[in-house]
């Protein structure tokens, strides 16, 4: 008979509500519980489309005989750590600081009080029964040995961290050092380890390093950018990118695919196109986002209401089987000698399923494209590799449509407000780099409608994560909702214009500051108050999304900036101070709070475009400043915000006639009046900046 997850709304407990185990969700009853049985507690953390969860789950969760040593001896509590990331972050703590790495599943055993006293990801059968034997006889015999255990791992989880101090002088030396260790040069990509591998895209460093203008560094970026775009990892015929690379060359992907990876590498390829002159980059970054509005959308009862959290590793015939192209099925798709062709530019040759030594089918690597196992420059017409590339274009819409009649991977349609942030902050960068007219309007709209929808998750007592669904109340934002989405508003209004979006990022991270805020400057993940956490924790490094307090900090620089408002400026240096030791330890950690230190050191970079909304040299103006790719420039339409008391309007509300006026802080350059005019003055910035970084150690006051 389902569990006590029946009746829960989120995809990931539905799967585990027909399974043996008794399990639970989080919540004060399951403590309770334990309380009065006198068992130990398992918190088992995992999210819906984490191919290892699948595996556990049947392997030991949907066995009868492992389910009832587990209901005999524990509490069984299942959390999604998508509705749970302050659940999830205490526990993977705990998991690392035990075994010295992390990931899902997550499997935490805790006394009645939620204190870990062990904690490990995935184990196969045997060996997992074989721990709960063992801890269930600790626990009967040995108990102060858990209670030490429990008190000391709770102990380092409590640990306030370190005082507040400056931001070293010379961060960028660090940061590159640490690069430079983990650097891969045969398989561009950063990766510690004698395999570097697994392999992970590193979403929040390519923006740093492409604002940086320095130019080893620069061509780092451009180097992975290109990478990661032909290789496995980039889910080519649908658009879009997978989770990480399980090999060193980024071939052989773990095939989930998730909005927050989707969406800040739509970011980077988008800025990294229009920058570097690189069409390629441009294309992977509009496939991207038509990817998130083809296969993402989710719409109820005929209402749009944001984009799907993630794609399921796994697919019903077998990890890997949607997103493999057999030759024989590209012949059969595109024809004999187009799918020969295409075979060969894109490494696919025959091959068959290997079995793993978990017992498990593999899926065919070869049968994955991967063109950079393959000679591109030879094979390109004289040699021309971005020909070569644009080429393939014209058949993904067909092996789109032959792809469709196979049986598609599950999809969490969580909606959740951080990661629909880092789409709007993709919907943005696209609608002003995509390169077309058609994909700055599709863009353009997305963004608009995308925005509308996270606004109104902002209600009278607070911004909501997840709204509720099934009867059930919903989930209040975490940090990462409310950094992402004040950097995401920001990032909206410099390509839509409307004042209404830095209102409401206003509102958003007051609301922050009066909820969050911590006494050092920094913030905590959630409200004061929770008794079923045993700790309030706090999120100081990027993870695989942008630290919240961190994007936070971003989005509050690009508020001070535009409205001149002290308080912004003294939220973000609140952060920097409270984060300035683990910057010290680990700058590449940091990455988006080290964008912010950047912009902030370096002062506002306004463009204020005057003249009526529907003239044309108004118009030709705004778009000559949105294609342009200085980093952390602000845009503002004087025609729309004509009546907002910001500091960059001040003695210009008067101003009629078309015409740009560029300031970088507190210098100003000669107003320009038409597009030609305007991209000399853009080029004027740029060499000022650049002479500023020659001036300038650390990237704390590079600009």
Known sequence: MPNALATSASPYLKQHADNPVAWQPWGESAFAEARRRDVPV??????????????????????????ALMNAHFVCIKVDREEHPEVDAIYMDAVQALTG???WPLNAFTDADGRPFHALTYLPRPAWRKLLDHLAALWAGDRARIAKAAEQITAHLQDAGVAPGALPADLWSGLEQGLARAWDGAAPGWAYGEAKAPKFPSSQVLPLLLDSGRAPVLRQAELVL?????????????????????????????????????AQLIVAYARAGAALGRPDFTRTAVNAGDYLLRDLRVVEDGVFRGYASAEDADDPDGEG??????????????????????????????GTRPTSAHGHLEPIVSHIPHPRGTALARLAPDGDVQALRASWEVHLPVLRARRAARPRPGRDDKVLTDQNALALEAFAALGRHCGDERGEARFTAACSELAAVLMARHHADGLIRLPGAAGQPARPAYITDYGALVTGLCAAFDLLGEPALIDAAERVADEAWTRLHADDGGFYTTPAGRTDLVRRGREQTDNAWPSGQNSLALGCVRLAALTGTGRWRALAEGVFSASAAIVAQAPSACATLLRAAVQARRGALIAVVAGAADDPATVALLATCRRATLPGLVIVPLATCRERAWACLDGRRDIDEAQVMLCIGTTCLLPARDPEALTLRLVEAGRRLAERRAERSGVAEAP
């Open 42 to 67: 398992l918190v088992s953390i995992g999210y819906s489309t984490c191919h290892w969860c699948h595996v556990m789950a049947h392997e030991s969760f949907e066995d009868a005989q492992t389910a």
């Open 101 to 103: 790495h992390g990931g």
């Open 226 to 262: 290109e990478a990661m775009q032909d290789a496995g990892l980039h889910e080519r015929v649908g658009g879009g990118f997978h989770r990480y690379s399980v090999d060193r060359h980024w071939r052989l992907p773990h095939f989930e695919k998730m909005l927050y990876d989707n």
């Open 321 to 350: 089987s949607f997103y493999a192209w057999p030759p024989a099925e590209l012949a059969a798709a595109l024809g004999a000698a187009t799918g020969a062709a295409l075979a060969a530019a894109w490494d696919i040759t025959p």
